[in-house]
């Protein structure tokens, strides 16, 4: 299968590198140097973006915001090492994860290959015949996991592919409490590192916004002070 990555980053250099290296390991790889330029190219047959946050014109976060409105495909953000705010900013506007400047190719390929592994899996999934539906119920959400649709009181719901299996990992373990540690290697499938507490929460926070009756008072995915998360 090949796999199809657009590379947004105004830095000329650093696109072209991203590039070359992407190339060289087999896939197929579009660039663009805006958001603009990111919107039009995003539904040509794309697995993945790789969007820098700072950019002229309409930043990372907007174009993010953006392709959410139009496609499932995983995001992953570049940032600067200093703005820890951009990396949660992100994962808000709906981005997969982030990868930080100056980064290794080693570890911009482990994150490309990671997303993309992830990503067709659910797609399959999504694809699956209905006629084997199998059904978990907690409270007023129900969910298929042969399609990945979730249902809150009879209202279908979209979930982001890892929203999508925090929720499901929870509502087959009811009684567990897992810590952010616990999570993070479960679903990321890497070792936690002391950021990766920041991209767990976002997702839980994003999790609650769709299908709390008040994310602010949770009372489906309850915090458990000092050991993490369960569901209530």
């Not at 919107?39 to 040509?44: A, F, P, R």
Request: hydrophobic letters at 40%; glycine letters at 6%; aromatic letters at 8%.
């Amino acid at each position: 299968m090949d796999n199809h990555i657009l590379v947004v980053e105004d830095d000329a250099a650093i696109r072209e590198g991203v590039r070359i290296l992407l190339e060289g390991e087999g896939y197929i790889v579009q660039e663009a140097e805006d958001g603009y330029q990111c919107l039009k190219k995003v539904l040509d047959d794309i697995d993945l973006v790789i969007l820098d946050i700072m950019m002229p014109g309409i930043s990372g976060i907007k174009t993010c915001e953006e392709i959410r409105k139009i496609s499932h495909v995983p995001v992953l953000f570049l940032t600067a090492k200093s703005q820890e705010s951009d990396k949660l900013l992100g994962l808000m506007a709906g981005g997969d994860d982030y990868l930080v400047k100056p980064f290794s190719y080693a570890e911009l390929l482990a994150r490309v290959k990671a997303l993309l592994r992830r990503y067709h899996v659910y797609s399959q999934t999504l694809q699956g015949e209905k006629t084997k539906e199998h059904w978990i119920e907690y409270g007023k959400v129900k969910v298929n996991t042969q399609c990945n649709e979730v249902f809150r009181n009879e209202k279908e719901i979209s979930l982001r592919e890892m929203e999508y299996r925090i929720l499901l990992l929870m509502m087959e373990n009811p009684k567990k409490v897992f810590s952010v540690k616990n999570l993070y290697e479960s679903l990321w499938e890497e070792p936690f590192l002391y950021s990766s507490g920041n991209t767990v929460m976002v997702h839980i926070r994003r999790l609650r916004m769709k299908i709390e009756d008040d994310p602010q008072k949770p009372k489906m995915i309850q915090t458990v002070w000092g050991k993490g998360y369960r569901l209530g």
